[in-house]
C-alpha cells in the first residue's frame, strides 16, 4: 500500500501558476496517480491521473519523475474558483481483489487562492 | 450517463439510534461501491468497498457496516450510532478497470 504525503495547505494568487507535490515512495510497479479536488460539502472530483512522464488536460498537469516517487499537480493561473483540497492518490487501478484494493484519501492540500 | 444518489441529504441522530444511509448508481452495470466518512477538519477515510452484489470488504473496523443486495445499490448501516460516527458520508463508484471515482452528494449526519 503506497502511502501519501502532502503539503497541509497552499496559499496563491490570482493568475498564477500552483504546483503541488505528493511523495510517494513505497508506489508499487502497477500503481497510478490520481488527484481529486474537493469543496465543501461536496463530493470529490477527479481531476487527473498518471503513470509516468507527463499529463495534460484542460485543467492540470501531472508530472511525474522517472523513479515515481513523487508528483507534481500543476494548476495553470488559478482563479478565485480553485480554492479546494486536493487529495493524491495512488492505487492499481485493476485490481478488485479484496483486501487490498484501497484507495488512501487523506487529509490533502489545501489551496487559498487569494485575489 | 451515469448518475449516482444518495439519500437523506441531511440527517440529526439520537446516540444508540440506529443508521441505514442508501446510494444507488444509475447508467452503469456492475461497479465497484464504496463508502467513505469525512469527519469535521479531516480527509476521507474509506470505510467499505464492494466488487459485486453480497461482497463486501471493510477498512476500518467500528459499529457501521454495509450491504450490496442489488448491483447498483449499496446500504450503510448501524444498529447503534456513536457520537464519534457523526460526519460527512460520501458514496461513490468506479468501474473495476479504471481508478477514477464518482462520488454522489453525500450525507450529512450529525449524532448528538
Known amino acids: 500500500l503506497a502511502k501519501t504525503t502532502q503539503p497541509i495547505s497552499m496559499d496563491s494568487y490570482e493568475g498564477q501558476e500552483v504546483n503541488i507535490t505528493c511523495s510517494h515512495n513505497?508506489?508499487?510497479?502497477?500503481?497510478?496517480i490520481t488527484w481529486y479536488q474537493q469543496f465543501p460539502s461536496q463530493g470529490p472530483r477527479f481531476i487527473i491521473q498518471?503513470?509516468?512522464t507527463k499529463v495534460t488536460n484542460e485543467v492540470a498537469s501531472l508530472f511525474i519523475p522517472a523513479d515515481r516517487k513523487s508528483s507534481t499537480l500543476s494548476l495553470p493561473r488559478v482563479s478565485l474558483s480553485d480554492t479546494a483540497v486536493y487529495y493524491c492518490?495512488?492505487?492499481?487501478?485493476?485490481?478488485?481483489?479484496?483486501?487490498?484494493?484501497?484507495?488512501?484519501f487523506g487529509k490533502g492540500t489545501k489551496l487559498s487562492v487569494i485575489p | 450517463s451515469q448518475t449516482i444518489h444518495q439519500w437523506p441529504a441531511t440527517l440529526v441522530q439520537p446516540v444508540g439510534s440506529p443508521l441505514s444511509l442508501e446510494c444507488t448508481v444509475e447508467?452503469?452495470?456492475?461497479?465497484?461501491l464504496y463508502w467513505y466518512r469525512q469527519a469535521a477538519g479531516r480527509g476521507l477515510q474509506l470505510l467499505f468497498y464492494?466488487?459485486?452484489?453480497?461482497?463486501i470488504s471493510s477498512e476500518v473496523p467500528q459499529n457501521l457496516s454495509a450491504s450490496r443486495p442489488q448491483d447498483r445499490q449499496f446500504i450503510l448501516s448501524s444498529k447503534k450510532l456513536l457520537l464519534s460516527d457523526s460526519g460527512f458520508y460520501l458514496c461513490?463508484?468506479?468501474?473495476?478497470?479504471?481508478?477514477?471515482?464518482?462520488f454522489g452528494p453525500g450525507t450529512r449526519l450529525t449524532v448528538l
Open positions: 461513490a463508484w468506479s468501474l473495476w478497470e479504471y481508478n477514477e471515482q464518482f
Open positions: 513505497n508506489i508499487a510497479t502497477n500503481d497510478y
Open positions: 498518471g503513470y509516468k
Open positions: 492518490l495512488v492505487g492499481d487501478p485493476a485490481y478488485s481483489g479484496a483486501g487490498s484494493y484501497q484507495l488512501t
Open positions: 447508467g452503469t452495470s456492475n461497479p465497484n
Open positions: 464492494s466488487v459485486g452484489i453480497g461482497q
